[in-house]
């Protein structure tokens, strides 16, 4: 299952950087837009005919994902150069990611059958998607009071790792054991209810304490905060850093790197949460984040948009982050071309 998930998050990693550099080298993203368009179609019918396909579906529902890959963030760094010369309010591109342990991990801990816990994920997902709709409208009037690296940092980054802490078991007691046969394959009794709880192949299950409810609800509410807030500055910083120039294939470039990640993770917690535990999933991946947060801080000064910076070192200018102007920036340095061209015309004119 792991490989079925990484396989779409593959093909955005791979796909992006080059459908970046298609799109700057063209000076138009309109033909790669209608391939990715038409190769996610392709691939979505695929995909809903799996049923009906002869042979190792399988194999077909990794290709499909694959390709259904490629257009999801593959557009976005296309649209990205399009939008370019729109400056900061061009789009951003933002994806709620679905948390692919969440059923799993609920139904070990919380001895949920697949029903309950297929609902009440279903339920907790939607409300952190309006948790993180509300988050996106905040974060203009946030950027206006702080630092949009702040803004990033502490209340992007740092939110997660909360989140992350908070999932670390704590509860007094142990999960519920349940014996799916020596072949882990009997699901029901012999009264035809489902067995449930922590699986008594995972060795973890009988020494480390249970999630409790609270604790899960109260982190998955940091993380749908502090995800948006994350995800959605650091390209935007990113932008300015770049500034008025083709943008496609770095975007590419980094949104790939994005999706290395998420090719890696369904692998990472198939084999460290099934063998290990929450302690090592949850401790593992709080670490990584509070490092991120230390080499963001150590790049603090490079994320500096060029003409921020230099505003930054003006008599009288505040060090904060300034918005650049692209459009504008273009027409002034088209304007100052034209009356350099008029005043040199002048000036031959004189002479003669």
């Known amino acids: 299952m792991g490989y079925v998930v990484a396989a779409n998050p593959l093909g955005q990693m791979l796909f992006s950087p080059l459908v970046g550099w298609w799109g700057n080298k063209r000076g138009s993203v309109r033909l790669p837009l209608l391939i990715t368009l038409a190769l996610f179609t392709l691939a979505s019918a695929a995909y809903s005919l799996l049923e009906v396909i002869p042979g190792d579906k399988k194999i077909y529902m990794v290709v499909a994902r694959f390709f259904v890959g490629v257009l999801g963030f593959v557009v976005g760094p296309g649209l990205q150069a399009a939008v370019t010369p729109l400056g900061d309010h061009g789009?951003?591109?933002?994806?709620?990611?679905?948390?692919?342990?969440?059923?799993?991990?609920?139904?070990?801990?919380?001895?949920?059958?697949?029903?309950?816990?297929?609902?009440?994920?279903?339920?907790?997902?939607?409300?952190?998607?309006?948790?993180?709709?509300?988050?996106?409208?905040?974060?203009?009037?946030?950027?206006?009071?702080?630092?949009?690296?702040?803004?990033?940092?502490?209340?992007?980054?740092?939110?997660?790792?909360i989140g992350r802490v908070l999932c670390i078991p704590w509860g007094p007691d142990l999960p519920k054991i349940a014996d799916f046969g020596p072949y882990n394959n009997i699901t029901e009794d012999d009264n035809g209810t489902e067995i449930v709880g922590c699986p008594i192949t995972q060795e973890w299950c009988l020494y480390t304490p249970q999630l409790t409810i609270t604790q899960f609800f109260i982190g998955y509410g940091f993380t749908s905060v502090g995800y948006p807030l994350g995800v959605t500055l650091i390209q935007t910083i990113f932008s300015k850093v770049l500034g008025p120039r083709p943008q496609g294939v770095w975007m590419g470039l980094m949104t790939g790197a994005g999706c290395a990640s998420r090719v890696l993770g369904p692998v990472f917690v198939?084999?460290?949460?099934?063998?290990?535990?929450?302690?090592?999933?949850?401790?593992?991946?709080?670490?990584?984040?509070?490092?991120?947060?230390?080499?963001?801080?150590?790049?603090?000064?490079?994320?500096?948009?060029?003409?921020?910076?230099?505003?930054?070192?003006?008599?009288?200018?505040?060090?904060?982050?300034?918005?650049?102007?692209?459009?504008?920036?273009?027409?002034?340095?088209?304007?100052?071309?034209?009356?350099?061209?008029?005043?040199?015309?002048?000036?031959?004119?004189?002479?003669?």
């Open 91 to 161: 789009v951003t591109f933002m994806m709620l990611p679905i948390n692919i342990l969440g059923t799993s991990l609920t139904m070990d801990q919380f001895a949920w059958s697949k029903k309950e816990a297929l609902y009440y994920m279903g339920i907790l997902m939607s409300v952190g998607a309006v948790i993180a709709c509300v988050t996106f409208v905040l974060i203009g009037p946030l950027c206006k009071r702080f630092e949009e690296r702040k803004v990033m940092l502490w209340g992007g980054f740092f939110l997660m790792v």
């Open 270 to 352: 198939g084999f460290i949460y099934t063998r290990l535990g929450t302690y090592h999933t949850f401790g593992i991946t709080g670490i990584m984040l509070i490092i991120s947060m230390l080499w963001l801080q150590v790049v603090n000064k490079r994320l500096i948009p060029p003409e921020a910076n230099q505003d930054s070192h003006a008599p009288g200018k505040e060090g904060k982050d300034v918005e650049i102007p692209l459009v504008n920036l273009r027409s002034a340095n088209i304007q100052t071309s034209h009356e350099t061209e008029k005043h040199n015309g002048a000036s031959d004119c004189d002479k003669a």
